[in-house]
């Protein structure tokens, strides 16, 4: 009599990732990856109050123009008069940020690689806790990859996603931060546990490993290593090392600035001699054409309470000039060195259509250019006091190219880049 075929056993069936066994890497452990999450607790702490800074930078409550995030109601609790000192502010605070995101981008990747086995965990909520728990990992790695790709693209000036970038990332900084402060006061003590141990951990125990129990990040049968988890801390580190080094260049000149080959999309500086400092904007990018910044062309229209004044190029230079050596710093996280420039004060200009220049108000700025975000832009009444503040006419001791704003452009101390607005058309100092 034949004997009938043995069952196959368990170990033959195709296991699911919901299934422990399923993940075998021998690095995945409660150490590694509490670790990793403490480097990003401080990280991304910093990254999200950097970004706050930035867009306070915007002053988008001060005019409509500015504000590129609408209906934000509570999230705008945070917003204040941004300072006009020190000058640097802004290429200091967008510097970290942008430079540190990108930094951080190896960790959040191996932070996200350390915990993939428990977005499989089944069933998907086992208590209340669990289930909160559960749901802020969902939106912390959606919002994650989501607040960290939008990002890296508006560095390199690639706006393939839908919608403006400002209101894009601005919200998706809210969901992500409210989901990434809710798992960490869930998850901050047994990471602090886990590090104090600093050793492997054992593998879970049978009952613990089972194909319906809570996924272990320990795994219950392990491939054979090839790497220790410290190597793979060093890899980690050593990746985000890489990255720093050519990002962080941007924020400085010399070699460094050359070795900033990411930052923002990989682009030489515009040529040599006095204009020779990053740009993102060009003349012809912008339907500038020189017909109409021409000497017969073109006219300053400055408007206020006493009416309203045109001025050639000529007549702004003979109005008393001043210089000031500012940096210029975009959200893209680049910045120039300080540069000289000359030109009228915007106070100076106040004065000219009925107000004191020691009580100038706001001003409205509009440019030539047609189309593209910040054409307008509104200033407030502490930056056009401030006697730095200039009209520019010139820079490092030669008169504006066409890519820096010919004829005329606005340089602010503090101010982000969209706001020195080039090819300046209009003045309004008053009510915006």
């Not at 960790?107 to 690689?113: D, F, I, T």
């Not at 994650?144 to 919608?163: H, I, K, M, S």
């Not at 990332?169 to 886990?194: C, E, I, K, M, S």
């Not at 730095?388 to 880049?417: C, K, W």
């Amino acid at each position: 009599m034949s004997r009938s075929p043995a069952p196959p056993s368990p170990s033959r069936f195709p296991r699911l990732p919901s299934s422990p066994r399923f993940w075998r890497s021998p690095l995945r452990g409660p150490w590694f990856t509490s670790v990793l999450g403490v480097v990003l607790l401080g990280g991304i702490t910093v990254l999200f109050v950097t970004g706050l800074l930035s867009y306070a930078a915007y002053n988008p409550d001060l005019s409509p123009v500015n504000d590129k995030t609408p209906d934000k109601g509570l999230l705008g609790f945070y917003l204040f008069a941004w300072p006009t000192d020190p000058p640097w502010l802004y290429r200091l605070t967008q510097g970290v940020h942008v430079t540190l995101g990108i930094t951080l981008i190896p960790v959040l990747l191996a932070k996200l690689w350390s915990v993939i086995p428990r977005l499989f965990a089944m069933p998907p909520a086992r208590s209340l806790t669990h289930a909160l728990e559960r749901l802020s990992l969902l939106l912390l790695v959606g919002g994650a990859l989501f607040e960290f790709v939008t990002g890296v693209l508006n560095v390199q000036l690639d706006y393939v996603f839908p919608g403006s970038f400002y209101p894009l990332h601005f919200y998706g900084a809210w969901v992500f931060f409210a989901a990434f402060a809710t798992h960490a006061v869930l998850r901050t003590p047994a990471a602090v546990r886990n590090l104090r141990r600093l050793r492997h951990e054992p593998a879970p125990p049978a009952d613990e490993a089972g194909d319906g129990a809570e996924i272990s990040l320990t795994a219950p049968s392990p491939a054979p290593p090839t790497v220790t988890r410290k190597g793979a801390l060093w890899l980690v580190g050593g990746a985000s090392l890489l990255l720093f080094g050519t990002t962080a260049g941007r924020s400085f000149d010399g070699l460094a600035r050359r070795s900033a080959l990411l930052t923002p999309h990989g682009g030489a500086e515009p040529g040599s001699g006095p204009g020779g400092f990053q740009i993102n904007k060009t003349a012809a990018s912008r339907g500038i054409v020189a017909a109409e910044t021409s000497a017969d062309a073109w006219r300053l229209t400055v408007a206020g309470p006493a009416g309203t004044v045109r001025l050639s190029r000529a007549q702004l230079l003979d109005l008393p000039l001043h210089s000031a050596a500012l940096p210029i710093a975009c959200v893209e996280g680049w910045s120039t060195s300080d540069q000289w420039w000359r030109g009228v004060r915007l106070r100076d200009l106040a004065a000219l259509v009925g107000h004191e220049a020691d009580a100038a108000p706001d001003v409205l700025v509009e440019s030539l250019q047609r189309s593209g975000s910040f054409r307008r832009a509104a200033l407030r009444a502490n930056q056009v006091r401030d006697p730095r503040s200039l009209l520019a006419l010139d820079v490092n001791g030669e008169p504006l190219t066409p890519d820096h704003g010919f004829p005329a452009r606005i340089i602010v101390p503090a101010a982000p880049g969209v706001l020195n607005t080039k090819w300046v058309a209009r003045l309004t100092f008053g009510e915006l």
